[in-house]
């Protein structure tokens, strides 16, 4: 069985700053990994995934994300937030050829001007 | 390329009535999936299809919940009778075999 650890429901950085949302997943066999945002009354759009290869992935919007087995994490990371970036955030995760998703709790980011 | 449509957008009922979504997934996208988001939380699968076939149901609460995916293409997810807890929204993605999902705006469902 798989399952996703969002650390942090909430997080609020200001405009400019770094923006890190934390994601831990579990996984019996080697994950593919998603980060998805979500903008209200939207579905979701998918930002970066792992499959395999190189552990460091990059996104859409300046987002990126890497993977660490040793740590089982795959966290988001933008160098500079924009205020166009609030919005909540999901991480997820698939077995491999399997690709029905199980997501995280989803973390809201606040960008502050 | 049109992306995933789901109708209706928002939905209101009261509990013990019956609804029904209507979803069209991108167009040659094999794969088909349900999943209900509860206010807080992340989405959950319901119900995969690979083309008119399950995949997965197992998260399906069958008592109450059904869905089909007539030819292969356009797919009906069904609450009879509903509950309060049902309340939610429910999402539809599709996907190419081996590719990612995509995701419909989801339709709203309040249960009152």
């Known amino acids: 069985a798989q399952s996703v650890t969002q650390l942090g429901s909430h997080v609020s950085v200001s405009e400019g700053a770094l923006v890190l949302l934390r994601c831990n997943y579990s996984?019996?066999?080697?994950?593919?990994l998603f980060w998805y945002v979500q903008y209200p009354n939207q579905g979701l759009q998918l930002l970066l995934k792992?499959?395999?290869?190189?552990?460091l992935v990059k996104g859409i919007n300046g987002f990126e994300a890497e993977f660490k087995k040793s740590e089982t994490s795959f966290h988001l990371t933008k160098p500079s937030a924009h205020m166009s970036d609030a919005a909540e955030y999901f991480c997820a995760v698939s077995e491999a050829g399997r690709r029905a998703l199980t997501f995280g709790s989803g973390t809201r980011l606040q960008v502050q001007p | 390329e049109a992306g995933v449509a789901q109708s209706p957008r928002y939905k209101i009922i009261e509990k013990r009535q019956s609804v029904a979504f209507w979803c069209n997934p991108i167009s040659g996208h094999a794969t088909l999936y349900w999943y209900q988001q509860i206010l807080g939380q992340g989405p959950k699968l319901l119900i995969q299809f690979q083309n008119n076939g399950v995949v997965d149901d197992s998260q399906l609460p069958k008592d109450r919940f059904s869905a089909e995916r007539l030819k292969g293409v356009d797919s009906t997810l069904k609450i009879q009778p509903a509950k309060l807890e049902d309340s939610a929204v429910y999402l539809c993605a599709s996907s190419a075999i081996q590719n990612e999902q995509f995701f419909g705006p989801g339709t709203r469902l309040t249960v009152l």
């Open positions: 996984s019996s066999v080697p994950p593919y």
């Open positions: 792992y499959t395999t290869g190189a552990t």
